[in-house]
């Protein structure tokens, strides 16, 4: 039977990570600004956030941090300079950051990981259900996921993660679930939690992609969540409480996604998303896939 529970309209966006992986690119530019084509990454994940209708965004920072404010603040001297130069195009690209949302910061000051800073976010998110986006993952905007998961959380309430179906050899850089079918064919629930296991231990090749829609109870257990994995604090942890008894906080269900996917986490895969989404484009696109073939066949 559908319920009825609250809307929602905060996204949270962890995003104080170090970028050791990048290095020594990320040693004085967040990894979240590298450009995926021209646009960095972190504009695509506030895109998606919007386009699902969360206007109220919040990013969790952290030291050296400071340009994904000014990307997301206006640059009056750029603007005038464009703007006398008759080049429309380039400034509406530039004012196009600076009126996505309604973007507001707060500080990580410890790197006690992705649980500690979704709990940072406790302030600003008060007792409403919220959005979390992993900068990491970008997804196509034509493969809607992050409404999908809305939907879902509306109707059933409680927490709903997204999964992936990965092979057994990769599910160790993963969270994995152990799920149950519903009668959405897309759409599991989550009976339990494990991060990142060996592939013998896995309940499952269902993988935690970096998409979560949360029940603000999530806080009340993190605050208790003891540092796991790596010595970190673990969402993976908290979801697991939440998953074993749903009596507080409701269950927890998941949205299985399979539609387009760019991980920008990892260095192959970062270049990979790149070619993928240049090829895609129509600006781009032609030009760049005629290159591309005839570079392969030279390579070939």
């Given at each position: 039977m559908t319920q009825s529970h609250p809307r929602i309209s905060k996204a949270v966006i962890p995003a104080a990570g170090l970028g050791t992986r990048f290095l020594p690119a990320t040693k004085a530019t967040p990894k979240e600004m590298l450009p995926v084509v021209d646009k960095p990454a972190i504009q695509y994940v506030v895109e998606e956030a919007v386009t699902a209708g969360l206007g109220d965004v919040l990013m969790v920072t952290g030291r050296n941090k400071r340009p994904l404010e000014d990307h997301f603040d206006r640059n009056y001297e750029l603007e005038s300079a464009l703007q006398k130069k008759g080049d429309a195009g380039r400034l509406a690209k530039v004012q196009e950051s600076s009126d996505l949302a309604m973007i507001h910061y707060v500080r990580q000051g410890d790197p006690k990981g992705l649980g500690h800073a979704v709990l940072c976010a406790a302030p600003h998110v008060g007792n409403e259900p919220f959005a979390v986006l992993l900068g990491d993952d970008l997804i196509d905007p034509r493969d809607p996921l992050l409404q999908r998961m809305i939907d879902v959380q509306e109707q059933y309430g409680g927490s709903v993660i997204a999964l992936m179906e990965v092979a057994p050899e990769q599910i160790h850089l993963y969270g994995c679930a152990a799920v149950e079918t519903t009668a959405d064919s897309d759409v599991v629930q989550v009976s339990g939690l494990v991060e990142k296991p060996e592939a013998a231990d896995a309940p499952s090749n269902y993988a935690i992609i970096g998409r979560y829609v949360l029940d603000p109870h999530i806080f009340d257990i993190l605050r208790k969540?003891?540092?796991?994995?790596?010595?970190?604090?673990?969402?993976?942890?908290?979801?697991?409480?939440?998953?074993?008894?749903?009596?507080?906080?409701?269950?927890?269900?998941?949205?299985?996604?399979?539609?387009?996917?760019?991980?920008?986490?990892?260095?192959?895969?970062?270049?990979?998303?790149?070619?993928?989404l240049a090829c895609e484009r129509e600006d781009l696109g032609p030009d760049f896939r005629t290159w591309l073939r005839s570079y392969v066949a030279e390579e070939m």
């Open positions: 969540t003891e540092p796991g994995r790596g010595g970190e604090i673990q969402l993976t942890d908290a979801l697991q409480q939440l998953a074993e008894d749903d009596r507080v906080g409701g269950p927890v269900h998941g949205v299985v996604f399979k539609g387009r996917r760019y991980d920008t986490g990892d260095r192959g895969d970062y270049l990979r998303a790149i070619v993928r």
